[in-house]
């Protein structure tokens, strides 16, 4: 009994089931629920989905990086019976004795990124993470509420993200972008695309990904230091560029465009052809050792973003017949290549 623990917790009910809400430091966390609770038994009885150690890693790289603001929502585990617990009505103190069986049902990686991050700051082993508790014993109902808590909860949208996220420094960028003439009144603030016919012609995750891609260019994978005052000039240049020397630009950003004629005639007015160009400015000017996008300003104004210019329809951009360009990966990487060589002087 040396190794059991007793930890503040409140006792209440969640539906048919016995709940308690405990609050415990995060060393006792990482120690205590520790992997074995969850790899004992896992390849009879898996609660949870496999422990993806990236995953995890990603989580203690947060947690070390934003040391005094970081977040981790309550970890929930099942144990297979009733636990002690000695209090007052509700609240007291709960045993917890590594004897009995506990399973992760959300937050494994949460709990292995928190290991990694004592191991590399120990005084994070101090500070506390709630931890939610059921007393289930049955296998087909802790998958149950494994399944329950994933498969009811919705995804957070990126475009959500882009709003709100005051870290990530495209993200600043691209709101700041979007509130600056020429383009205010003039972005798609919540949803992946435009609404047909919309003056917001231009999406909220585009201008994100046209600041990123001046950048570090089209590899999502790509990291590297950015200086955000530097990285706010170049985006502010670039929408400067294409809006002064491109006609259908300018009228996307006069507020009566007849929007749906406008994209039959243009491509580039499209969230997606535009990040095509900033990945093609991206690559032209490292190709040039370049420091400005001023010099490419003329051949950007002679391109030809029809959609029956077949460069365009040969790279696989468009669609013969058709006018919005695709969207995929590989077409998006084989248009910047196309549009790069069109920069060139």
């Known amino acids: 009994m040396s190794d059991v623990i007793r930890v503040p917790a409140f006792r209440s009910r969640q539906g048919g089931r016995e709940l308690f809400h405990a609050l415990m430091t995060n060393?006792?966390?990482?120690?205590?629920?520790?992997?074995?609770?969850?790899?004992?038994?896992?390849?009879?009885?898996?609660?949870?989905?496999?422990?993806?150690?990236?995953?995890?890693?990603?989580?203690?790289?947060?947690?070390?990086?934003?040391?005094?603001?970081?977040?981790?929502?309550?970890?929930?585990?099942?144990?297979?019976?009733?636990?002690?617990?000695?209090?007052?009505?509700?609240?007291?103190?709960?045993?917890?004795?590594?004897?009995?069986?506990?399973?992760?049902?959300?937050?494994?990686?949460?709990?292995?990124?928190?290991?990694?991050?004592?191991?590399?700051?120990?005084?994070?082993?101090?500070?506390?993470?709630?931890?939610?508790?059921?007393?289930?014993?049955?296998?087909?109902?802790?998958?149950?509420?494994?399944?329950?808590?994933?498969?009811?909860?919705?995804?957070v949208t990126r475009s959500q993200n882009v709003l709100f996220d005051s870290r990530d420094v495209f993200s600043r960028i691209a709101r700041q972008l979007a509130l600056e003439a020429p383009l205010a009144r003039h972005v798609e603030f919540h949803s992946a695309s435009p609404k047909r016919g919309s003056q917001q012609w231009i999406t909220l995750v585009a201008l994100q990904d046209i600041a990123r891609a001046l950048q570090l260019g089209s590899a999502r994978s790509a990291k590297a230091a950015v200086d955000p005052d530097a990285a706010l000039a170049d985006a502010r240049a670039f929408v400067r560029i294409v809006h002064d020397v491109r006609p259908e630009i300018r009228t996307a950003c006069s507020g009566d465009a007849d929007m749906v004629a406008l994209r039959d005639e243009s491509i580039l007015v499209s969230s997606t052809t535009m990040r095509v160009l900033a990945a093609a400015a991206f690559e032209r000017m490292r190709e040039d050792g370049s420091a400005s996008f001023d010099r490419y300003a003329e051949r950007l104004a002679d391109i030809d973003f029809s959609p029956r210019n077949r460069e365009w329809i040969e790279c696989g951009f468009i669609v013969e017949g058709k006018s919005t360009p695709q969207s995929r990966i590989q077409e998006m990487r084989q248009a910047a290549l196309v549009l790069a060589a069109m920069l060139e002087d």
């Open 27 to 155: 060393r006792a966390v990482a120690d205590f629920f520790d992997v074995r609770f969850n790899e004992e038994h896992a390849d009879k009885e898996p609660s949870q989905r496999p422990l993806q150690p990236r995953h995890a890693q990603a989580i203690a790289d947060y947690v070390l990086a934003e040391r005094e603001t970081y977040v981790l929502g309550a970890l929930v585990y099942a144990v297979e019976h009733y636990p002690a617990f000695d209090g007052d009505g509700d609240a007291g103190e709960l045993v917890l004795d590594p004897a009995d069986m506990y399973w992760s049902i959300d937050g494994q990686h949460r709990h292995r990124g928190l290991q990694l991050a004592i191991a590399d700051d120990p005084a994070l082993g101090e500070e506390v993470t709630a931890v939610l508790i059921y007393v289930e014993p049955d296998l087909a109902n802790r998958r149950q509420m494994f399944a329950d808590m994933n498969g009811k909860a919705k995804r």
